[in-house]
Nanobody, 112 residues
Framework: EVQLVESGGGMVQPGGSLRLSCAAS????????MSWVRQTPGMGPEWVSG???????RYADSVKGRFTISRDNAANTLYLQMNRLKPEDTALYYC??????WGQGTQVTVSS
């Protein structure tokens, strides 16, 4: 059974940083294309970043230069380092496996 468990969200002031983690199990993590998406109430999901099994990373223009995606295949964990956070980054963040499976999400709130 595929399981994805996000953690690391919280409330931070604008300009602050957070590091999200996604613990994965139930599949071969090292062979999986993984991604982060986020969603705010009343809006559709927004793709944030992806990390392919082959090592390619991609970012949405809205987070490029501020967010860094990484993975630890030995620990079956996906990360999202978020720096210089803005109020518009406030959302529920989900990690995903091939856009087919999603975790329960972790809330990020950026507010002064």
């Amino acid at each position: 059974e595929v399981q994805l468990v996000e953690s690391g969200g919280g409330m931070v002031q604008p300009g602050g940083s957070l590091r999200l983690s996604c613990a994965a199990s139930g599949f071969t993590f090292s062979s999986a294309d993984m991604s982060w998406v986020r969603q705010t109430p009343g809006m559709g999901p927004e793709w944030v970043s992806g990390y392919s099994a082959g090592g390619t990373t991609r970012y949405a223009d809205s987070v490029k230069g501020r967010f860094t995606i990484s993975r630890d295949n030995a620990a079956n964990t996906l990360y999202l380092q978020m720096n210089r956070l803005k109020p518009e980054d406030t959302a529920l963040y989900y990690c995903g496996l091939r856009a087919e499976y999603w975790g329960q999400g972790t809330q990020v709130t950026v507010s002064s």
